[in-house]
């Protein structure tokens, strides 16, 4: 099945800083997505970005599907921030996989 | 304020006990998720639902789990007989659409068989 890598794993930022997380895939991207986990567990889907640019506030999202992989930037960032960060994709017969994340640490 | 609601929020069973787990999706949403969530395995969908039918369980063993939606309102995750390895946090989420569609998450069940 399809592999999916993300970097880096752990991410420590000032409040205020920007960032960028990566995300690789061994096979052709399909429908791409971009979700954050709070330090609470809760889960959100951030963006569905199969390719080309999103914004949403100081969050956007650009995916190359002919290159394989996706961005997450994060600009200005706060301690709201904090949590992970996990891409997946689903890879053929609605096979959805996700990366293991990138753990983003915020501090003021 | 309308939010995806699972019950219970934990849930601490003996191995070979039948667990169900449930999950009230948004109302109007037509797609239903089920996620489970691991140290070892990360995350990983178990199922999905479109218009209550499943669409899609290739993520979850087929021996011991079931999930079904009764009805427009309910969707149910079953394990049995559980097993000290099912202990996980299980997200449901409901969106509009297919597969890919904007999901909303609720906060998960953590269930810990021992």
């Known amino acids: 099945g399809i592999q999916v890598e993300q970097s880096p794993p752990d991410l420590i930022l000032q409040e205020g800083a920007n960032s960028t997380l990566r995300c690789n895939f061994s096979d052709s991207v399909n429908n791409l997505q971009w979700f954050h986990q709070n330090p609470w567990g809760q889960l959100i889907n951030l963006f569905y970005?199969?390719?080309g640019t999103k914004q949403n506030g100081r969050l956007s999202a650009t995916t190359v599907a002919t290159e394989r992989y996706s961005l997450l930037y994060i600009s200005s960032s706060q301690t709201t921030d904090s949590g992970v960060y996990f891409c997946a994709d689903e890879g053929g017969y609605q096979k959805v996989t996700f990366g293991t994340g990138t753990k983003l640490q915020v501090i003021p | 304020d309308a939010r995806v609601t699972q019950t219970p929020r934990d849930k601490v069973t003996e191995m070979g006990q039948e667990v169900t787990m449930r999950c009230q999706p948004i109302l109007g949403h037509n797609t239903v998720f089920w996620y489970r969530q691991t140290m070892m395995q990360g995350l990983e969908l178990l199922a999905y639902f479109r218009n209550r039918a499943p669409l899609d369980d290739s993520g979850m063993p087929k021996d011991r789990f079931s999930a079904e939606m009764p009805d427009a309102t309910l969707a149910t995750l079953k394990i049995q007989p559980s097993e000290p390895r099912d202990s996980a946090v299980y997200f449901c989420?409901?969106?509009?659409?297919?597969?890919?569609?904007?999901?909303?998450f609720g906060q998960g069940t953590r269930l810990t068989v021992v």
């Open positions: 970005i199969p390719s």
């Open positions: 989420a409901s969106g509009r659409g297919g597969v890919n569609t904007e999901a909303f």
